[in-house]
């Protein structure tokens, strides 16, 4: 059976691979290929949280009763965080802004790259543990949700 762990360290992967190919478009002023993988990237980057935040975290909320404190609270608002510069970036990508684009990608790594870490060491790892042999049935209702 596969994990919440690997399933959604494996979508990690996938997004980052989108991110990499973005900003080597945006160093290369290559506008249809930042178009193309920046749209790809947002587009799977709130899915992801989507699938957290509306499967997942509740789930594990249920379960555990960590509702008010805990680290689903805190990806919550790493999330909130992550927002406006989601918006910035899409407003570059439109703008064929590559520095614009480069720069808030930037600042996007800074909030991201930490809390994947911590979503994959942390988060999922207790997810797993927390709903046992739901794992599978929450996977079929995150995979339905794929973009
Ligand atoms: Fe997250």
Redesign the pocket.
């Known amino acids: 059976m596969e994990s919440i762990t690997d399933h959604m360290q494996q979508d990690h992967v996938l997004i980052d691979g989108y991110a990499e190919r973005a900003a080597t478009a945006a160093e290369t002023a290559a506008w249809s290929d930042l178009e193309r993988e920046a749209g790809e990237f947002l587009r799977r980057l709130r899915r ?2 989507e699938m ?1 935040e509306v499967v997942l975290f509740p789930a594990f909320e249920e379960r555990t009763g960590m509702v008010q404190a805990g680290p689903s609270v805190q ?1 919550r608002m ?2 909130e965080q992550m927002q406006p510069i989601l918006e910035q970036m899409q407003t570059a990508v439109a703008a064929h802004d590559g520095a614009g684009y480069r720069q808030a990608s930037h600042a996007l790594l800074e909030i991201l790259v930490p ?2 870490q911590k ?1 994959e060491q942390m988060m999922y790892p207790m997810l797993d543990q927390a709903v046992g042999d739901d794992a599978s049935a929450l996977l079929t209702q995150v995979r339905a949700m794929a973009v």
Request: glycine share 0%; charged share 35%; hydrophobic share 20%.
């Open positions: 992801h949280i957290e990806m790493e999330h809390h994947n979503e």
